[in-house]
């Protein structure tokens, strides 16, 4: 399965931006979809996720009121809504699928994470 993600570029802090992620050819199902994204020297961390069958989200702690995703119904992709940005939120973000998650509760850890997609920049100013 190929997901693709867009939306990502420079702003500045304090800005605000949207990234969507797709499934090529197919619809979500009961798949649970999150994003990652990995910083220059860092390692890949959990941003957030979200069950597509109905729409519940988890969050990084750190990220937690600021990063707000939900289902696009309509075309069928996942938005990641970030907003009051900051240099350090600079990084690549990765959408990716869980194709077989657990019912009762979404998985953070990206072992869990089968489908990647390319990955997108965004690039945060001071």
């Known amino acids: 399965v190929q997901l693709q993600a867009c939306g990502g570029g420079l702003v500045q802090a304090g800005g605000s931006l949207r990234l969507s992620c797709a499934a090529s050819?197919?619809?979500?199902?009961?798949?649970?979809v999150g994003w990652f994204r990995q910083a220059p020297g860092k390692q890949r961390e959990f941003v957030s996720a979200i069950r597509w069958s109905n729409g519940a989200a988890v969050y990084s702690d750190s990220l937690k009121g600021r990063f707000n995703m939900f289902r696009d119904n309509a075309k069928n992709t996942v938005v990641l809504q970030m907003n009051s940005l900051k240099p350090e939120d600079t990084a690549i973000y990765y959408c990716a699928a869980d194709i077989d998650p657990p019912s009762l509760f979404i998985i953070k850890e990206e072992a869990k994470y089968d489908s990647w997609g390319q990955g997108t920049q965004v690039t945060v100013s001071s």
């Open positions: 050819g197919r619809a979500f199902g009961n798949w649970v």
